[in-house]
């Protein structure tokens, strides 16, 4: 057993899915709960998520080892900050957020020294939230990277990787700043091009028809990610701006080069960048086989 006591805020699809996934494993003893919506925590008690829960920082910090905080990143800070009084010396805290630069920098001047922390994000998930959406499956074979810093206690960072590693995870360190720049283009913008597609597709007027009547599986699997939950990304394309924005640009200069093909009528161009970007696609489908 890795932890004896394990205190999940946010007890939504990563936060449940780790609980049921550690549960299953043996990997942690008690599972506390703490939350806004009781609603939610009481599915998660049903399901088995959890053993109990509470919405009192002290009782739920009592004889913690590991306070896992899976919130929307702006709420790091504040939501660690309800603990701090009553961690006992040498709890291990964590977090599963999307960013990593801001959260660490904020976690990094919070905290004494007594209680560690370890910046992770389990790149797994859904577009669905809450406790009702979590299963025990959801990080076997998926990446976990960790964020350690100068600061980073050796041994907590070895009980997290642990953690992570025991649910299923493949887990890889890397810097913040880096971990921000490959998400921005890898995860954050294509949930930013799902909204646009779908707020455009929204404006549209064509013939007085209900536009999504008429979508295919194309226009489904494109999208997917937009019926994700609107704070969470709101607080990741704000915690993650500047890489984000990079990101963008680079996206923006992709589609003037093909509205450029499309606008003059050239062929071959548009040929060339679609045979281009089916490569790259089934490259990708490579890698995932090889994981």
């Not at 990080?139 to 992570?164: D, I, K, M, S």
């Not at 970007?277 to 490579?286: G, I, K, V």
Request: proline share 4%; charged share 20%; with cysteine.
């Amino acid at each position: 057993m890795l932890f004896n006591r394990l205190v999940i805020v946010g007890v939504g699809l990563i936060g449940g899915s780790l609980g049921l996934a550690a549960r299953a494993r043996g990997l942690v003893g008690e599972v506390v709960g703490f939350g806004r919506t009781e609603a939610n925590l009481r599915v998660a008690l049903e399901r088995g998520i959890i053993d109990a829960y509470t919405f009192d920082p002290a009782e739920a910090a009592r004889g913690t080892d590991l306070l896992l905080l899976a919130v929307p990143v702006e709420a790091t800070g504040p939501t660690a900050e309800k603990f701090l009084p009553f961690l006992q010396p040498g709890c291990v805290i964590t977090d599963a957020g999307s960013t990593k630069e801001q959260v660490v920098n904020i976690m990094e001047r919070l905290l004494p020294p007594a209680l560690p922390f370890v910046g992770a994000h389990p790149i797994a998930g859904t577009e669905h939230a809450g406790a009702a959406a979590a299963f025990a499956t959801l990080f076997e074979q998926r990446l976990c990277v960790l964020t350690p810093t100068a600061r980073t206690e050796a041994a907590a960072l070895a009980r997290v990787r642990a953690l992570w590693e025991g649910v299923g995870m493949r887990v890889e360190l890397m810097d913040v700043a880096t971990h921000d720049q490959v998400l921005a283009r890898v995860s954050h913008l294509p949930h930013l091009i799902a909204f646009c597609v779908m707020n455009a597709i929204a404006e549209a007027r064509v013939a007085d028809l209900d536009l999504l009547a008429y979508a295919g599986s194309a226009f489904a699997d494109l999208t997917r990610v937009a019926a994700s939950p609107v704070e969470m990304w709101r607080d990741i394309c704000l915690s993650n701006r500047e890489a984000l924005l990079a990101a963008l640009r680079e996206f923006e200069h992709a589609l003037a080069q093909l509205k450029a093909c499309v606008a003059n009528g050239d062929g071959e161009a548009l040929a060339a960048a679609i045979d281009r970007a089916r490569a790259e696609r089934q490259r990708l489908t490579r890698l995932r086989e090889q994981k």
